[in-house]
């Protein structure tokens, strides 16, 4: 199971995209008490966060605490199927 998630650095137009793995949701469900089918069904904004920081944390792009780590965060967004951004099936004509 994969989750993306867009993150935006306050104050800034910069955007990244964290990948929240089976990790992720094990850690989320033992911090949080819940089971995982609880996230799908009543998904907070906190939780979305908290998930995000978690994939940060473990992959060493962040070491701040969850308080410290959303002072920097500007906005953040669930990344659906759509918003993929894919190459062209096929060349386009130029001319």
Do not use: N, Y
Not at 22 to 43: C, Q, R
Not at 50 to 65: G, I, P, S
């Amino acid at each position: 199971m994969k989750f993306s998630i867009a993150v935006s650095t306050a104050g800034t137009d910069d955007e990244r995209v964290v990948v929240a793995e089976f990790a992720d949701f094990i850690a989320w469900e033992t911090a949080h008490d819940k089971s995982l089918a609880k996230f799908e069904v009543d998904m907070k904004l906190r939780d979305l966060t908290w998930l995000a920081w978690h994939c940060e944390k473990r992959r060493k792009v962040t070491d701040a605490t969850f308080e410290t780590w959303l002072d920097t965060v500007g906005m953040i967004r669930p990344v659906g199927e759509g918003d993929e951004i894919v190459p062209l099936e096929s060349s386009q004509p130029t001319g």
